[in-house]
């Protein structure tokens, strides 16, 4: 099994490191191989998706992927920009279903910035669409105006759509991570996110998700507008099992959604392709903030990692190791500052990759 690792930019480094930490002591026979992506390839090769790396990605069992991004290279052309790695890796290996779990841990609740009733117990999963939608609709770019509300002035613009068998294949993906969480005590409900109220593009998609939602008769199927949903997460979060939803709107609300479980620092996800190939990589961003400071919360990266080894690798006994070992360290007291609160023992990235591989037993 061959694995790719993209460390990437910021604190993608220092995550993906301890990641790869724990991917060692298991004893798994897994070929690791690393290559520079975003900024840090940008630098070196003068492209944040140089041909090798993307065929590395292409010639791997799945990827494990740190973060891109930094400010200091906001000024450059959009196609050298670091983000544009993540975007091409996404659309040339196909990875359309992006899961993005938000779990909070008990141990969590209070590291939360909603109430603790709110959230103990929140188990819910995001299914964002990952490679249409307005961020790879053509066309897109710059020009003079020659209508709207002010011809000849200059204006931008970008394209928001999705085709039929777009929508069909993550509403496929959605009603049976709905019905597989149903089979483990789950409700089995899929909440479909939309604009259906004003966009041409969300009235197809609501339209398909409801043909596909008649397939699964044992998955129960409700609609939201965005604005609802926003409002809904940070109101009754638990309300929600699994969410899909298109790539914008998905963005943003697996955003909010992190912050129901304490720390954006502790959001795996998951973004696979219809061959079962997949990419892994924390939720949140290189937060060159805390870069090279060694404060960083590696856990985002090592459930990935564990994602990584129960949807590509076939391996969730593994996975499930990996799971509980987090469990544990949490249990013990251990959290890095993004997570830190009273009574707790506040300790660095490393420190916590540590703990992780000593819970593994
Ligand atoms: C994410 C990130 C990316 C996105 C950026 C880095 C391009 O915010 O994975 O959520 O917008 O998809
Ligand atoms: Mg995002």
Not at 186 to 204: I, M, P, Y
Request: hydrophobic share 45%; glycine share 10%; aromatic share 6%.
């Amino acid at each position: 099994m061959k694995i790719a690792i993209l460390p990437g930019d910021g604190i993608g480094t220092e995550i993906v490191a301890e990641a790869v930490k724990v991917l060692k002591v298991l004893d798994l026979n897994l070929e690791l191989e690393t290559a520079l992506v975003g900024g840090a390839a940008y630098e070196a090769f003068g492209h944040p998706l140089p041909e090798a790396t993307l065929k590395l990605a292409k010639d791997s069992d799945a990827v494990l992927f740190g973060a891109v991004g930094d400010w200091k290279y906001d000024t450059l052309d959009r196609p050298l920009r670091p983000e544009q790695a993540i975007l091409g890796l996404r659309k040339n290996l196909g990875l359309f279903a992006n899961f993005r779990p938000a779990i909070c841990y008990p141990q969590l609740v209070d590291a939360s910035s909603l109430k603790r009733e709110l959230v103990s117990g929140l188990d819910i999963l995001i299914i964002r669409e990952l490679t249409g939608d307005i961020y790879f609709g053509q066309p897109r770019g710059r020009r003079i105006a020659t209508d709207g509300h002010f011809p000849g002035a200059e204006e931008a613009f970008d394209t928001m759509r999705y085709s039929r068998p777009e929508i069909e294949r993550i509403a496929h993906v959605a009603f049976q991570a709905a019905r597989k969480r149903k089979a483990a005590g789950g409700e089995g409900r899929v909440t479909s996110v939309d604009k259906a109220n004003v966009l041409e593009t969300f009235q197809l998609w609501k339209d398909v998700v409801t043909e596909i939602g008649q397939q699964y008769p044992d998955v129960a199927l409700d609609h939201m507008y965005v604005d609802n949903a926003a409002m809904q997460l940070v109101k009754a979060p638990k309300k929600f099992d699994v969410v899909v939803t298109g790539n914008m709107f998905g963005d943003i609300l697996s955003d909010a959604a992190a912050m129901l479980t304490g720390s954006i620092g502790m959001l795996p996800s998951a973004s696979l392709n219809d061959k079962g190939q997949g990419l892994y990589e924390p939720s949140h961003g290189s937060a060159p903030d805390i870069a090279g400071k060694g404060v960083a919360n590696p856990l985002a990266t090592i459930l990935s990692a564990a994602m990584m080894l129960r949807f590509s690798l076939n391996q969730p006994d593994a996975a499930a190791r990996i799971e509980q070992a987090v469990d544990k360290v949490l249990t013990q007291g251990l959290r890095t500052p993004d997570i830190h609160s009273e009574g707790t023992t506040r300790v660095g990235t490393v420190e916590m990759g540590d703990a992780v591989v000593k819970a593994l037993g």
